[in-house]
């Protein structure tokens, strides 16, 4: 079976740095690019970037280019999504997604998401 | 940036009827075009892509249509598990964009 599994829920502070994952299993990790979606709870589906784990090449929507970094461990089969500095409005559900055929493609499958709460 | 916009925010059905609901795209995106189906506390969960293809286990009563910017998924008969959000999503064009959403709920 396909599938993206991701790191547990996580609070954190303002200005606090934090990294999430997100590991694949039942397809080839090295030859599909991983994507990162952003939910804000109660909102839309905003797409924040990709990454290719067989080279760590990647591409950021502009909205998120310079707030979050992507990174991937191919060794073992992991995407990673880090922020140096957490703000509030970083709070949300962000799920890992794997591009089926290249890219841009659509999405299939999602992991389960990652809640991230950023509080005082 | 390719703005997708869906219509209607919410559609009210009874189980059984049909639901139409549509997605414009503020420029053409070929045939790169995709739905997601997210119930409440759920990832979402690919529908179709390239317009019309269901994806794996999706039922049949889903269908897509379209072309260029306007583009429709039917379902023709309401189930109860088929109450939730829909998205559309392009992928012709950087950044990937979505809709919306379209909440289907219980009339």
């Known amino acids: 079976e396909v599938q993206l599994v991701q790191s547990g829920a996580e609070v954190r502070k303002p200005g606090e740095s934090l990294k999430i994952s997100c590991t694949g299993s039942?397809?080839?990790?090295?030859?599909?690019?991983i994507g990162w979606v952003r939910q804000v709870p109660g909102k839309g589906l905003e797409w924040m970037g990709i990454?290719?784990?067989?080279?760590?090449?990647?591409r950021y929507s502009q909205s998120f280019q310079g707030q979050v970094t992507m990174s991937a461990d191919k060794s073992i089969s992991t995407a990673y999504l880090h922020w140096s500095s957490l703000r509030a409005s970083d709070t949300a559900i962000y799920y890992c997604?794997?591009?089926?055929?290249?890219?841009?493609?659509?999405?299939?499958?999602w992991g389960q998401g990652t809640l991230v709460i950023v509080s005082s | 940036e390719t703005v997708m916009t869906q219509s209607p925010a919410t559609l009210s059905v009874s189980p059984g009827e049909r639901a139409t609901l549509s997605c414009r795209a503020s420029?053409?995106?070929?045939?790169?075009l995709a739905w997601y189906q997210q119930k409440p506390g759920q990832a979402p969960r690919l529908l179709i892509y390239?317009?019309?293809t269901r994806a794996t286990g999706v039922p049949a009563r889903f269908s897509g249509s379209g072309s260029g910017t306007e583009f429709t998924l039917t379902i023709s008969s309401l189930q109860s598990e088929d109450f939730a959000v829909y998205y559309c999503?392009?992928?012709?064009?950087?950044?990937?964009?979505f809709g919306g959403g379209t909440k289907v709920d219980i009339k």
């Open positions: 997604v794997r591009l089926v055929g290249g890219a841009p493609k659509w999405f299939d499958p």
């Open positions: 039942g397809f080839y990790f090295t030859t599909h690019w």
């Open positions: 990454i290719y784990p067989g080279d760590s090449d990647t």
């Open positions: 420029q053409s995106v070929s045939s790169d």
């Open positions: 390239a317009i019309s």
């Open positions: 999503q392009q992928y012709n064009n950087w950044p990937l964009t």
